[in-house]
């Protein structure tokens, strides 16, 4: 019972409570807890929920209602995940700094459009800034692209995850071929320039066009923006931080540790609680991005891409 042996030593009764219960404690299972906290503070089981619940509510308006005018932001990674049996959207922003800060949460029974957009306007009437341009770093999932572009239109540049489309492409194979063509895939995406990188792609596609059309046409779909990075020039400073959704399948990762225990979902509210919370904790340990001193290359490559594409639609 180590951790409950640290939880003395917490100068904020209702913060041990929130740690207690995000370290993986169920809603129903506070036997060994309410002893420990009964023998400190002289709390019932009762008092931890409703000093949960309050403590849980006040997180939760303090992060909708978050401002981020002072925040300089470069990227922002999305993702759909099932998490309190329900399908949950999350924001994760990247700032130039290279700070790690979840933005925002919505639940939805897919990823359509439409309540994504709900999502990145909250975000932009919270101040999130987007006029020289925003790399927005997805799975591919086809409302969540349809939602940004809707939205910020010419000002976003997407990448789509290299991992996801590999991992796409070789699911209409047979095992043998799977791993031939997971091998080329990974060599054509680690190519430093874009030209070569999607020469060789295209030379795989060709070859799939033979054996099975689902997966040369599954490569060619979004093929351009799985090479966004490539084509930025930015590859050989961010080819592990913005090239996959790992990033946000990190923060994911932590979530589920946060909230699997937890045995009964009783409202919307809850889910947001607990989901918020465990962002929130998750937050505070997040490590910047890899190479994050180079970032500021990325937002001059960012806002040059999109003064070139507001140039081409000017000359039209």
């Not at 506070?30 to 931890?48: A, E, K, R």
């Not at 006040?58 to 978050?66: G, K, Q, S, T, V």
């Not at 349809?146 to 095992?175: D, M, P």
Request: charged residues 25%; aromatic residues 8%; hydrophobic residues 35%.
């Amino acid at each position: 019972m180590e951790y409950y042996d640290q939880l003395k030593n917490l100068p904020q009764q209702d913060q041990q409570v929130i740690n207690s219960v995000l370290k993986g404690l169920s809603m129903r299972d506070y036997g060994s807890v309410v002893h420990q906290l009964q023998d400190s503070f002289g709390l019932s089981s009762s008092s931890i929920s409703r000093s949960f619940i309050e403590r849980s509510k006040e997180a939760l308006e303090e992060f909708e209602a978050r401002k981020f005018t002072s925040e300089e932001f470069v990227a922002i990674f999305m993702d759909g995940k099932y998490l309190a049996m329900q399908q949950m959207v999350i924001a994760l922003g990247i700032t130039v700094t290279g700070r790690k800060l979840p933005l925002g949460v919505i639940q939805t029974a897919t990823e359509n459009s439409k309540s994504i957009k709900g999502l990145l306007k909250d975000l932009i009437a919270r101040g999130l800034n987007y006029e020289d341009g925003l790399l927005f770093i997805t799975d591919g999932s086809t409302g969540l692209i349809k939602a940004i572009r809707e939205t910020f239109g010419e000002k976003a540049i997407i990448q789509r995850c290299q991992w996801h489309k590999r991992e796409n492409v070789v699911s209409y194979l047979n095992e043998k071929d799977q791993q031939y063509f997971k091998k080329r895939l990974q060599e054509a995406y680690r190519e430093p320039e874009y030209e070569d990188a999607k020469e060789k792609l295209l030379i795989i596609h060709n070859e799939l066009k033979v054996i099975n059309r689902s997966a040369a046409n599954s490569l060619m779909e979004g093929l351009e923006e799985t090479l966004t990075m490539h084509r930025l020039g930015m590859i050989k400073h961010f080819a592990t931080s913005f090239t996959t959704t790992n990033c946000i399948e990190n923060l994911n990762s932590q979530l589920t540790k946060y909230i699997r225990k937890v045995k009964r979902w009783m409202s919307s509210d809850q889910r947001y609680r607990w989901v918020v919370l465990g962002m929130m904790e998750a937050e505070n340990h997040m490590r910047k991005i890899q190479n994050y001193k180079k970032l500021y290359l990325l937002k001059n490559a960012i806002q040059n891409e999109v003064a070139s594409k507001s140039n081409k639609q000017c000359a039209a």
